[in-house]
C-alpha cells in the first residue's frame, strides 16, 4: 500500500507564497489520482484541488482557483501544491490523499480517497 509524506508547510506572510509536496512510498503511484484537502479544528476535511493520474485534468475548490495550482511528475512520485496570494484564511493542516480510481475527472470527495498522509501545517500570518 502507498504511503504518503507532506512536506513544505509552514508560516508566511499574507500575499506569500509556499509550495507543498507529497511523496509517495510505493511503485505505482502513476496509477492514482492524487488530491490535496485541508482542514482547521472543529471544521470538517475542505478540498482544496485534484489531479488525475496523467496530469491532464485539475479540479479547484472555488476558494483557491486562481492562486494554488497542483501538479504532479509521476517520474518523482510526487504531487505538488503552489500557493501563491496565500490569505489569513488558508490557514490549516493540508493532507495529500490518493485515489484508486483511475478516473479521467479526479474526485473532489474525500470519502472516495484511500490512503492519506499525516499533514503539514500551513499557517498565514496577516
Known amino acids: 500500500q502507498e504511503q504518503l509524506v507532506e512536506s513544505g508547510g509552514g508560516l508566511v506572510q499574507a500575499g506569500g507564497s509556499l509550495r507543498l509536496s507529497c511523496t509517495a512510498s510505493g511503485r505505482s503511484f502513476s496509477n492514482y489520482n492524487m488530491g490535496w484537502f485541508r482542514q482547521t479544528p472543529g471544521k470538517e476535511r475542505e478540498f482544496v484541488a485534484a489531479?488525475?493520474?496523467?496530469?491532464?485534468?485539475?479540479n479547484y475548490a472555488d476558494s483557491v482557483k486562481g492562486r494554488f495550482t497542483i501538479s504532479r511528475d509521476n517520474a518523482k512520485n510526487t504531487v505538488y501544491l503552489q500557493m501563491n496570494n496565500l490569505k489569513p484564511e488558508d490557514t490549516a493542516v493540508y493532507y495529500c490523499?490518493?485515489?484508486?480510481?483511475?478516473?479521467?475527472?479526479?474526485?473532489?470527495?474525500?470519502?472516495?480517497?484511500?490512503?492519506w498522509g499525516q499533514g503539514t501545517q500551513v499557517t498565514v500570518s496577516s
Open positions: 490523499a490518493a485515489d484508486w480510481a483511475l478516473t479521467a475527472q479526479p474526485t473532489i470527495t474525500h470519502d472516495e480517497y484511500d490512503t
Open positions: 489531479i488525475n493520474w496523467s496530469g491532464s485534468n485539475t
